[in-house]
């Protein structure tokens, strides 16, 4: 099975970028559909995480509508790899981001499809 790591959090101003990579190990990625999630500061631990985009085995993407224009999802199944390319933060995109994949050509908006999960990133953006 699939095991996933997030990487390239921080802590940035508005309006600033960040790129986030989910790498895996153990299976390749290509097999999987891939999404990213959040859960904003404060919120309890077990709450439902908002999804933020996610890509298919096909390249077809997805994105909220609040990310989207925005952020951009990736992946490069070569490099075992998927990425969240942020530009125009906002104080509201601050949240611990988490990529997810499940061994399927669907993937869906629903964190329950999900079967792997990276343990997260967190992202800050400051007004």
């Known amino acids: 099975q699939i095991q996933l790591a997030e990487s390239g959090g921080g802590s940035v101003e508005t309006g600033g970028s960040l790129t986030l990579t989910c790498a895996g190990s153990g299976a390749q990625i290509s097999v999987h559909s891939l999404a990213w999630f959040r859960r904003p500061p404060g919120a309890t631990p077990g709450a439902d995480r908002e999804v933020v985009a996610n890509i298919d085995r096909s390249m077809r993407t997805w994105y909220a509508d609040s990310v989207k224009g925005r952020f951009t999802i990736s992946r490069d199944n070569a490099e075992n790899s998927m990425y969240l390319q942020m530009n125009i933060l906002k104080p509201g995109d601050s949240a611990m981001y988490y990529c997810?994949?499940?061994?399927?050509?669907?993937?869906?908006?629903?964190?329950?499809?999900?079967?792997?999960w990276g343990q997260g990133t967190q992202v800050t953006v400051s007004s």
């Open positions: 997810a994949a499940v061994h399927s050509p669907v993937p869906t908006q629903d964190e329950s499809w999900y079967d792997y």
